[in-house]
Structure formats: C-alpha cells, structure tokens
C-alpha cells in the first residue's frame, strides 16, 4: 500500500500561480509513475498531467492540452515528491487535484484514464477567482 499525500492547495487570483506537492512516504514502491488529475464539481475526474519514472532523470512529462505551456510537473526522487507547477492560472482550473501512482506501468509516458493508477491521494482544493 503506498499513502499519497497532496499539499499546497488554496485560492488565488485569476493570472496567479500555484504549487501542488504530491509526496510519497520513504520506501514506497522503487518505481512508479505519478499522475495528476483534477475533479470540479458535478464534473468526471479528468487527467491534467503525469511524470514517468526514472532512476537517472526527472523522468518524461505528459500533459493535457487544457494545462500545456501553464503546468509543469517536477519529479525530485531524493524527497519522494512530485511536484505540480500551476502558473498563469484560470477560473476553469478550480477542481480538487489528486495525485495517483502508477506502479504496473512506470515507464509509460501517455496513460489518461484513472482505472492505469494504483494509489491515489486524498486531494487539495484548487480555486481560482476571477
């Protein structure tokens, strides 16, 4: 079992930025992918990023075209966390965001769907004011 655990929600101005944490505990699963997703009321959960594994780089990143040019996912396997850099921000982003590990296939650049992750963390709410 592999806990997640989300930081760094809050409110923020529309234009402004944000930065989530997504943070793994010590001894986690030695290879996996991170995915970032989002859920905005009365809304599915849909896939906003994700970070594949890799012992020797940040590993490759992967976004959804709503979030491309504004987010960036940051991977720092020294602290087990991963990061979620949210600039130039807009109402539409106002959701609960969810980290979610992918261990069965940590390699894998382009994996959207929910049922792919394994763990998932308990979520911070994001919002955005016009």
């Known amino acids: 079992q592999m806990q997640l655990v989300e930081s760094g929600g809050g409110m923020v101005q529309a234009g402004g930025s944000l930065r989530l944490a997504c943070a793994a505990p010590?001894?986690?699963?030695?290879?996996?992918?991170v995915g970032w997703f989002r859920q905005a009321p009365g809304k599915e959960r849909e896939f906003v990023g994700r970070v594949t594994w890799s012992s020797w780089s940040n590993g490759t990143t992967y976004y959804a075209d709503s979030v491309k040019g504004r987010f960036t996912i940051i991977r720092d396997n020294a602290k087990n966390t991963v990061y979620l850099q949210m600039n130039s921000l807009k109402a539409e982003d106002t959701a609960v965001y969810y980290c979610?590990?992918?261990?069965?296939?940590?390699?894998?650049?382009?994996?959207?769907?929910?049922?792919?992750?394994?763990?998932w963390g308990q979520g911070t709410q994001v919002t955005v004011s016009s």
């Open positions: 979610a590990a992918d261990i069965r296939n940590p390699y894998s650049v382009v994996h959207v769907i929910k049922e792919a992750y394994d763990y």
């Open positions: 010590k001894g986690s699963s030695s290879s996996y992918a």
